[in-house]
């Protein structure tokens, strides 16, 4: 096993460790551990949340989750030698749940789970459909994923970083504050909102304390959204294998990375639609010095993916275009139409027993394909939603003798303001 750079004790919180990660972007948190390059090194990461989710039949505790907390990131890691304009070149060795626990109270240890927070506290993707918050958990035998919340269904799981990146520089983050308090102020009051400013409630930044403490956590960027550093991509194919060429734009990188999942659909559709869970990376860094201009990389990750996804043959396709379900045109939206794609499958899945829950679930967690199958074609846009057939324990594709008819079980735990 390589070198634990960035160890986590189970027992304890986040802000307890031996060395405090953080949960905002912000190029004054300190690099309190440093590699070099060519080193190869692991990493422990905690379930975005630390520890509020539980492995019980309830979904308050998705409904009441402390979103200002989130991300909860192991690093920055410094890299020896890494300045603004360089590339930092990121192996994926290897990464998994928490290593030699199979049962425990925190995700990750045997088990994960899938939420969708409620319209109030931030949304998915289908938040005019699903208002509520809704909560599946998933046990790990082995890869494989199955739930007692959602019968008939396991797959093979498609383990990644739902958030690696590194550090902005200062101008890059005034830019981010900039731009999103712009579109903040179109509908201010908008449910959920159109963006997250910078907040200092639940700041979590390493080592830094007093004034300077304060004046970093009005600054810092929230870590929800994906930016110019990478961050909270949600890419499915960030797998054991991948290579990832980050930009560099701070002395010594600062890479983090956090939010694993042990499965996740494109798209991740619920918004918290991954299997979450704690876990591990094994990782090796290098340099290309001066590659954003040599590769003209100059914002936005490149990567290669990894080659250990579950493979499948078979696959139930859905097609959707840029028409609200009130009949409304819109001008080659894909969202849209990937909006309406999930919902004609999840409308098909409900007509074998499902309910639309169990449907919306599934689409997060389990690994479909989501496509842009054509974006040219004024004024519809077309997107697709693969589902592979083989997730399912019976024959879900249409025939004669109509849809097999799912016992639901007890259903998706649900909770209300």
């Known amino acids: ?3 634990v750079v960035f160890p986590l004790d189970n027992s304890k919180s986040f802000t307890d460790q031996q060395i405090v990660g953080h949960n905002r972007w912000h190029p004054d948190i300190p690099a309190h551990v440093r590699v070099k390059p060519g080193d190869t090194f692991r990493v ?25 907390g989130v991300h909860v990131l192991s690093g920055p890691i410094e890299v020896e030698g890494a300045e603004p304009g360089d590339l930092l070149v990121v192996d994926i060795l290897d990464v998994g749940p928490v290593p030699q626990e199979d049962s425990g109270p925190l995700a990750g240890q045997g088990w994960g789970y899938t939420g969708i927070f409620a319209t109030q506290n931030g949304g998915g993707f289908l938040t005019e459909q699903f208002p509520d918050a809704y909560k599946v958990i998933w046990d790990f035998r082995g890869g494989v994923a199955t739930s007692r919340h959602i019968p008939g269904v396991s797959f093979v799981g498609i383990v990644h970083p739902g958030l690696m990146g590194t550090a902005p520089s200062a101008n890059l983050l005034a830019k981010w504050n900039a731009r999103e308090q712009e579109l903040i102020d179109t509908n201010p009051t908008r449910v959920p909102p159109l963006a997250l400013p910078p907040l200092p409630d639940s700041a979590i930044l390493g080592t830094l304390e007093g004034d300077e403490f304060n004046r970093v ?5 929230r870590t929800a959204p994906p930016r110019e550093n990478g961050g909270n991509q949600d890419i ?20 983090s990375m956090g939010d694993l999942h042990f499965s996740q659909g494109d798209g991740e559709i619920t918004f918290c639609g991954a299997i979450e869970m704690g876990g591990f990376m094994d990782l090796g860094v290098d340099l290309i010095k001066g590659g954003m201009q040599t590769y ?30 009130e009949g409304k045109q819109h001008y080659l939206d894909a969202q849209l139409s ?12 409900v007509k074998f027993g499902y309910t ?5 679930m599934i689409l997060g967690a389990s690994p479909i394909e989501g496509r842009l199958s054509g974006v040219v074609d004024i004024p519809n846009s077309c997107s697709t939603v693969y589902i592979p057939t083989a997730i399912f324990d019976f024959d879900v594709s249409p025939g004669k003798g109509g849809p097999h008819q799912v016992d639901p079980g007890q259903g998706v735990p649900k909770a209300s303001f």
């Open 217 to 221: 956590a009005r600054e810092a960027a």
């Open 356 to 360: 639309p829950e169990q449907a919306y």
């Open 44 to 68: 422990d990461c905690r379930e975005w949340f630390d520890g509020a989710i539980h492995n019980d039949d309830s979904a308050d505790d998705v409904l009441n989750a402390p979103l200002p």
């Open 296 to 325: 003209g990389v100059s914002e936005n990750a490149i990567f290669m993916p990894g080659t250990t996804d579950p493979q499948f043959s078979e696959w139930l396709a859905f097609s959707g275009t840029s028409v609200t379900l």
């Open 236 to 255: 499915k194919n960030f797998t054991k294998g991948t290579r990832v060429f980050y930009p560099v734009f701070v002395n010594g990188a600062k890479l």
């Open 1 to 3: 096993m390589p070198k």
């Open 338 to 349: 990937y909006q309406r794609a999930c919902l004609h499958a999840i409308d098909y899945l």
